[in-house]
């Protein structure tokens, strides 16, 4: 049975002022269906998605929709109504009986916040932090009920668990269909088996996910000869990468592969190891960082402790773990920025450093793009005879002829970021250290980023939620795991994983195991509880006795006496019994509250 149509674009132009964004463009949209979009920032990726759920008028066209079929949209820009909560926004009208039972619900939001409460779900949505308003926009489409999801930048502000899990969700959902826009390559090769690339308001198709889409696009280049040599030669390193670095990513694309291997038959490896190696050997000497039973603080809150880890010359290390779990406090202290409370850090007297932080530096807004890179140096020597002068570095990182005489002050979050890098990398520093580099950046900035980062020879320190990137530029990864310690990971990003898993796994088992407990335990305090309100009973009862036998003996001493001693004992009884049972009561309350 064919898959239900959802949506047709037929001839749609879309333009803004005079730059058109999208020219004459047809495309079709079937239930199930995955496609991932790609292209230049600025080039009409967003707003491809904004004219198909009806946000942006088309110019012209004509935009054909199945009458039943609902579409959800998650933009760039998060937002809800003035004053609501966070379970007003994912969860809408619904009663506590309603979604409390619902297993996708459960499940999202146990993939997205790692579980739901009342603390989370009664929070002002006003008041969350721009990565948790992304969470919970997106936690309201996946428990939508859609047809069609439109995803901008989904993977924003999610960790590497949480873009795995996300991905793992989608693909568990087969007849959802989804278009999603995003520079996370890892995440288009897990959920698209499709890719859109928009480019000078045309959008071409390719089959398969984004390896697909590199092996498709270097063949049509060479197909049709109509690439010019620095992008076709990217390309063909980027290829060389994929087939030879990481075959599993290839197994599923659909593309020619006698033409695929005909292409890379001559291409050497991204990176000569050994020239890189003994580059960096002789800058950087044998010392670059080591710590010594350093422990290292966030604050008040200990991240390491007894740590001892070694960074080489030539080492090329990505950092791996959860939000807040000391990678960037780790990374500051290698800078000095953040002294260790015990221990010692060494620094190699040879080490020029340069960190490229999350948040960057004021750049002056009246320089314009070439001369803020000018004023560090003219020229940047890369190792091993290479050297680019500041104009050529800035082309590689995107900056146009044109656009390096654009004011600072005009430019976007991401070209801001390029543009430190450019300085940074113009002061030519021997170790780079470098927060989430990728943020902001599009995917064909990124390729030149990483060609450019293969030819540097010195020592590298990363830390990105972009999986792809990390595997691509990194030979060695480490995992911060909230045991106060770092862990090598010979097994990359999948080890993580796993140990993340059996991590979670453990801790919940741990749970069930002492709630298990805690259920036996309150079964036999309720058991203790009644059989001691019993033996009051029983005293009282005894009690009442006595104190009969008390007034009918008045007159007589012998007895009376007799009586009294027995009245005493049973009123210490009853005292111990009562505290008994307080004790019982308030431990009852203890594991019940």
Known sequence: MAAKNLLNLESVSKAFDIRPLLKEVSLGISEGERIGVVGRNGGGKSTL??????????DSGRIAKAGDVTIGILSQVDHAAPGALVREVVLG????????RDSLIREVLTGLFGGFSDALLDRKFA???????RRVNLAKLLVGNFDLLLLDEPTNHLDVEGVAWLASHIKNRTKLAVVVITHDRWFLDEVSDQIWEVVDGNVLAYDGGYSAYVLSKAERARQQSVEDGKRNMLIRKELAWLRRGA???????????????????????PRNEAELLNFAANRLGKTVFEL???????GEKIVLSGVDWNVGPGDRIGIIGVNGSGKTTLMRSLTGDNKPSAGKLVTGVTVKLAFLSQHLEELDPTWRVLEAVEK???????????????????????????????????????????????????????????DE???????????????LLDSFGGTLVVISHDRYFLERVCDRFVGLLDDLAIRDLPGGVDEYLELRSNSISQNKESGEKSKVSTVAQVQLLKKEIAKLEKQLMKIDAENLRLQKEQVELAFDHEKLSAVMKE???????????EEQWLSATSNLEGLTN
């Open 49 to 58: 998605l904004k004219v198909m759920a009806d946000l942006e008028p088309a």
């Open 93 to 100: 009208d619904k009663e506590v009986h309603e979604w409390a």
């Open 127 to 133: 008041d969350l932090s721009g990565g948790e308003r």
């Open 247 to 269: 075959p599993a990513r290839t197994a599923k694309p659909k593309f020619r592969i006698d033409a695929a291997n005909t292409l890379i038959a001559n291409e050497p490896p």
């Open 292 to 298: 010594h039973r350093a422990a290292i603080k966030a």
């Open 376 to 434: 560090i140096a003219n020229q940047v020597q890369l190792g091993n005879g290479k050297e680019l002068t500041a104009s050529q570095l800035c082309e590689r990182l995107g900056f146009t002829a044109d656009t390096q005489w654009t004011p600072v002050g005009d430019l976007s979050g991401g070209e801001r970021r390029r543009l430190q890098l450019t300085r940074l990398l113009m002061d030519s520093p021997n170790v780079l250290l470098l």
């Open 437 to 451: 580099p990728t943020n902001d950046f599009d995917v064909e900035t990124l390729t030149a980023l990483e060609d």
């Open 567 to 577: 009245l005493a004992d049973v009123e210490d009884r009853k005292s111990e019994i």
